[in-house]
């Protein structure tokens, strides 16, 4: 049951982290240079990033589950540590914070510049919107196939993958505009959080590990790396504000 | 060739990311874990303490580089 929860959230956060920076890679374009192309270009990318979780997920469900496990863990792992590395590093003041606001304004600024169509079809916009949403998706695919694969539960994953997308898009146009008060880097914080722990868990299945505790040892391992990582945002933050106190209480 | 050059970028991006040392210290670990536990060594505690070390060696490094 917890494990469901996890994998629930673990989806849902993910998803509407990418969600957000493909919306405001969307809205840039469309609103400078009309939606018809842009919105083409999403379903585009929609339909692709549709295509590789239809064929991927059942095919790997016939491969055997240590298996899979095993590469789903080391793959959940090294996408983990990745976004945890570059949240706790943002956090800490090492790394400056993602502004959807500013993402807004420099798509804005690049798709007025651009040349204008001379057909019907704006390939500028279609490919930018294509581009933008399916390299943002092509995370969370891998994402909702691992979890759903290596849990069996990939209709669980994928539900909340597209129930994260209905969320961002929603509040995207309620409020017509890039969602900057996102408080996108705890989110990643979390995400991080929670694939590394997925990762190390079926990842030691997959290499033939018996856990203490079963799956009770999921919870474990949030519990070990959220500890670590807000360690370790704290033992930066306390560094940098060492190295520049000035410039840190500015 | 710089299609394939690309493409290959781009998968090792996406897979490896930043820090190539993470990667090849979990491969380390894995394949250390596949290894004991296939010699009767219950060694469950291996990933987490490669983890914890990776995590905390990755961000270090970066944090006296002074980050990007």
Redesign the interface.
Same mark, same amino acid.
């Given at each position: 049951m917890s494990s469901n929860i996890l994998l629930f959230l673990g989806t849902f956060l993910a998803s509407a982290v990418e969600a957000v920076e493909a919306l405001t890679i969307v809205l840039a374009v469309g609103v400078v240079r009309g939606w018809r192309s842009t919105l083409l270009g999403v379903a585009a990318a929609s339909v692709v990033l549709a295509a590789i979780i239809a064929a991927l997920g059942p095919a790997l469900q016939r491969i055997p589950i240590s298996t899979l496990r +095993?590469v789903v863990g080391?793959?959940l +792992?090294?996408f983990g540590?990745?976004w945890?590395?570059?949240a706790? +590093?943002r956090a800490?003041?090492?790394?400056?914070l993602h502004d959807e606001a500013a993402a807004f304004a420099s798509g804005r600024a690049e798709a007025g510049s651009a040349a204008t169509p001379a057909g019907r079809t704006d390939w500028y916009s279609f490919t930018v919107a294509f581009k933008g949403v399916l390299l943002e998706g092509?995370?969370v695919a891998f994402i909702v196939i691992g979890f759903g694969s290596a849990q069996g539960k990939l209709g669980l994953a994928i539900g909340a993958a597209a129930a994260a997308v209905v969320v961002v898009v929603a509040v995207g146009l309620v409020v017509r505009g890039p969602l900057e008060r996102v408080p996108e880097n705890t989110l990643k914080f979390v995400v991080g959080v929670l694939l590394?722990s997925f990762g190390?868990f079926w990842?030691?299945e997959g290499?033939?590990?018996?856990?203490?505790g079963s799956d009770a040892?999921i919870l474990a391992?949030v519990a070990?790396?959220g500890i670590?990582?807000v360690a370790?945002t704290q033992a930066?933050r306390r560094?940098r504000q060492a190295a520049s106190p000035a410039e840190v209480r500015a | 060739m710089k299609y394939v050059v690309a493409f290959g970028r781009f998968w090792w991006n996406?897979?490896?990311?930043?820090?190539w040392r993470?990667?090849a210290g +979990?491969?380390v670990a894995?394949a250390g874990?596949?290894t004991l536990?296939?010699h009767g060594v219950?060694?469950?505690w291996l990933?987490?303490i490669a983890?914890?070390l990776?995590?905390?060696g990755?961000?270090l490094r970066?944090?006296r580089s002074?980050?990007?």
């Open positions: +095993l080391a793959l +792992l090294t540590l990745q945890l590395r570059k706790i +590093l800490g003041g090492y790394k400056p092509l995370e590394t190390i990842g030691g290499a033939g590990v018996e856990w203490p040892a391992a070990l790396v670590l990582s370790l930066l560094r | 996406f897979i490896v990311g930043d820090d993470v990667a +979990l491969a894995f874990t596949w536990t296939h219950n060694a469950w990933l987490p983890v914890v990776l995590l905390v990755s961000v970066e944090a002074g980050g990007a």
